[in-house]
């Protein structure tokens, strides 16, 4: 056992334990200052993550461990979200009644799930890793339980969560019954054989049914808008950020390189996935009058966009999705920050509520406008640039693929759509009916500087996105789509190892 | 009659598939949490069967990991139902009806 690979979520789940227990000691006021304490443990992780001194290359815990340039930069980009997210909890911390401490460490607990679903190689841990994110966020959900919609939206949550569980538990034991092996690496080795057996392929269908839900895909995206309008805003955002990408990092590892074959003949049935995606969220999301269930309603939209990606069963694909979640988690970030910082002085969560933002906060309207606008998909903000991304690796891949040139059609369509309902939300903001109470609304320096890094990433994503579009790329450069096999040459030390 | 792994595999699938039939008609809401513990149990017992009839053990782990899971997933889960009932006066689905648009 290497337990040098496993140190940085060691060491997340020490911060969190260390949050659970200093709240005992120190005097409920005091409760932001943890809060502030855990955001610089946690940057503090994110720099050793990101620096050479961590885990660079391996495969350990038989097999089921991976890290490798993907697992690297999905543990980057979840330490990013959770320290931003701690920070929205500091701003948002008069909303919740009590157990605010309990806020940090159920957030740093979801983390550490993230942390291993990035370095997931093994069904098992695929498993163990996605329930700790998702029992955490029924948690998260619910926590204002004075509030009937939290309480509610946890309940829905946790129901149609432990279905999709189930699901894919029982898509678990049908693999391991055909394969004999939850193993990716060894479901990779035999995906020839494997891809003829009915039990396998049932198998394969539940785990991503179960994955679905994780990501609000047609037709496992009854959840999302429910739990989005209902929950705390932070948590929220971190379900936005955060689960979907874990969903994500998980579907790329299963799908590209455990059974990249079979995927290639599912062709069609993510195609209509997609497609379906797409479609039901723009379409629902017209008619909504609540500013948060329409953010769930366009996250389930967001969902089909990556799942182009996979579609597209490519490394440019797989590239665009990285880029695209880079974009989202700034985006998303930005609106919710600034939809929490307003909670206090706006009552409603409705879209007509925010009438006269405009002039009462010039800041965060402009924030909002600017977040909205990217998930529109305008230039020059880096929504526009990663939906470009994947609907260029999409077309890459069409020849020969009538299919997804009908996909292409119905993605733009459904970008046209996103247009007319992000628009009536900033026209409201700016230009809404008449407000009694146009009183100047302050924010704090916490909240101007959250808002300042994500709008300052949001725009230079957008106009400069080559650097970080080359660390997407070496991200997914690890991954041979077309072996299934990791390249990296410390693994293939162990696979020859293990061959033998 | 000799008992092999096809008849272990069609309890478990009957099982999973009375636990959904459950989920979606029941309307209490311990009842649908009771249901879903069914499917989740009817996973494990395929699990062991695989486990036993491939001689690998893997399979037998994973029960543990799912067990803890479940475990864990009930812990939240009726406190969330006891915070609902306590705030609403009610386990039924019907009356979740504050979120819609």
Redesign the interface.
């Known amino acids: 056992m290497n337990y040098s690979l496993i140190i940085v979520e060691i060491t997340a789940v020490l911060i969190g334990l260390g949050v659970l227990m200093t709240d005992l000691w120190i005097s409920p006021a005091a409760r932001k200052g943890l809060g502030y304490a855990a955001a610089v443990a946690v940057g503090c992780l994110l720099a050793f993550a990101t620096g050479s001194l961590a885990p660079q290359h391996g495969l350990g815990f038989r097999d089921s461990f991976v890290v490798d340039d993907l697992a690297r930069f999905f543990k980057a980009f979840f330490l990013f979200g959770a320290i931003v997210v701690i920070l929205m909890t500091v701003e948002f911390s008069s909303r919740i009644a009590s157990g605010l401490s309990e806020f940090f460490a159920l957030v740093i607990f979801a983390l550490v799930g993230m942390l291993f679903a990035a370095s997931a190689n093994d069904l098992?841990l695929l498993?163990?890793s996605l329930?700790l994110i998702t029992?955490t966020f029924?948690?998260l959900t619910?926590f204002q339980?004075?509030r009937?919609?939290s309480?509610?939206?946890?309940?829905?949550y946790?129901?149609l969560g432990?279905?999709a569980?189930?699901f894919m538990?029982?898509g678990?034991?049908?693999i391991?019954?055909s394969a004999?092996?939850?193993n990716f690496r060894v479901i990779a080795a035999h995906q020839t054989e494997l891809a003829t057996s009915p039990v396998f392929l049932l198998g394969l269908l539940l785990v991503l049914a179960g994955l679905g839900f994780k990501i609000a895909a047609f037709p496992f995206q009854a959840w999302a808008?429910?739990v989005y309008?209902?929950s705390p805003a932070p948590a929220t955002a971190f379900l936005a950020v955060g689960s979907k990408a874990a969903g994500f990092v998980l579907l790329i590892r299963l799908l590209t390189q455990a059974v990249p074959q079979i995927t290639a003949e599912w062709s069609r049935l993510l195609v209509v996935m997609s497609a379906a995606t797409i479609i039901y969220g723009s379409l629902c999301a017209i008619?909504?009058?609540?500013l948060k269930?329409l953010m769930g309603y366009s996250s389930i939209a967001n969902a089909g966009y990556l799942l182009l990606g996979i579609v597209a069963m490519s490394r440019s694909g797989s590239t665009a999705i990285l880029f695209y979640l880079g974009g989202y988690f700034f985006t998303v970030l930005a609106a919710f920050t600034a939809m929490s910082a307003l909670a206090e002085h706006i009552e409603t969560d409705e879209i007509a509520g925010l009438a006269g933002l405009g002039r009462r906060s010039p800041f965060l309207a402009a924030t909002l406008t600017l977040s909205l606008v990217s998930l529109a998909g305008i230039p020059p903000m880096v929504g526009f640039f990663g939906k470009v991304l994947l609907l260029r690796s999409v077309f890459e891949s069409a020849p020969g693929r009538p299919d997804l040139y009908l996909l292409l059609g119905i993605a733009v369509i459904g970008v046209v759509i996103s247009l007319y309902y992000y628009f009536g939300v900033i026209r409201s903001i700016y230009w809404g009916g008449s407000t009694p109470n146009l009183a100047p609304i302050r924010t704090s320096l916490g909240t101007k500087v959250a808002l300042g890094t994500c709008i300052a990433g949001m725009v230079f994503l957008g106009i400069a996105p080559n650097g970080y579009l080359r660390i997407a790329e070496t991200a997914i450069g690890g991954i041979d789509s077309a072996a299934g096999r990791l390249k990296s040459p410390a693994l293939k030390k162990v696979s020859a190892h293990e061959a033998h | 009659m000799n008992v092999g792994l096809q008849h272990y595999l069609i309890v478990s699938g009957l099982l999973f598939s009375i636990g959904l039939l459950g989920v979606v008609i029941r309307r209490n809401l311990i009842v649908i949490f009771m249901s879903l513990e069914l499917m989740l149990n009817a996973a494990n017992l395929s699990l062991v069967a695989f486990s036993r009839y491939n001689s690998n053990l893997d399979g037998q782990v994973m029960v543990f990991f799912t067990i803890t899971v479940a475990a864990a997933e009930v812990a939240v889960g009726l406190a969330l139902i006891v915070a609902l009932y306590r705030k609403r006066q009610t386990a039924h689905v019907e009356d979740l009806t504050t979120l819609k648009f």
């Open positions: 098992v498993f163990v329930e029992v029924y948690i619910s339980r004075n009937l919609a309480l509610e939206a946890g309940v829905k946790l129901i432990a279905v569980s189930a538990v029982f678990i034991a049908l391991f019954g004999n092996s939850t808008p429910d309008q209902g008619p909504q009058r609540n269930r």
